[in-house]
């Protein structure tokens, strides 16, 4: 079994830049595969990034201004979201898989115009 529990997300002015982390705790399972998520009210769950061993990918609407990480010591996962947008207002989710998909509660992150 695995928890993810993110933290980080806030109220920014437009240009602005944030640093969710999402920390797992648990036993037995693997941070190989790991990525972030994001909901804006009334839109699907959509994709931002992943990181899986050491290769990134990235959503084309973040990519040069959002950074996936990982810190494998601290069991703790981080996206630094630099530039934002308010289009980048959703809540912002932590995933994992491992034999099956976990996720975090998300965390908030608002960018005012």
């Known amino acids: 079994q695995v928890q993810l529990v993110e933290s980080g997300g806030g109220l920014v002015q437009a240009g602005g830049s944030l640093r969710p982390s999402c920390t797992a705790s648990?036993?037995?399972?693997?941070?190989?595969?790991m990525g972030w998520y994001r909901q804006a009210p009334g839109k699907q769950r959509e994709f931002v990034a992943v990181?899986?061993?050491?290769?990134?990918n990235y959503a084309d609407s973040v990519k040069g201004r959002f950074t996936i990480s990982r810190d494998n010591a601290k069991n703790t996962v981080y996206l630094q979201m630099n530039s934002l947008k308010p289009e980048d207002t959703a809540l912002y989710y932590c995933?994992?898989?491992?034999?099956?998909?976990?996720w975090g509660q998300g965390t908030q992150v608002t960018v005012s115009s």
């Open positions: 990181i899986t061993g050491g290769r990134t």
């Open positions: 995933h994992l898989w491992f034999g099956r998909d976990y």
């Open positions: 648990g036993s037995g399972f693997s941070m190989n595969n």
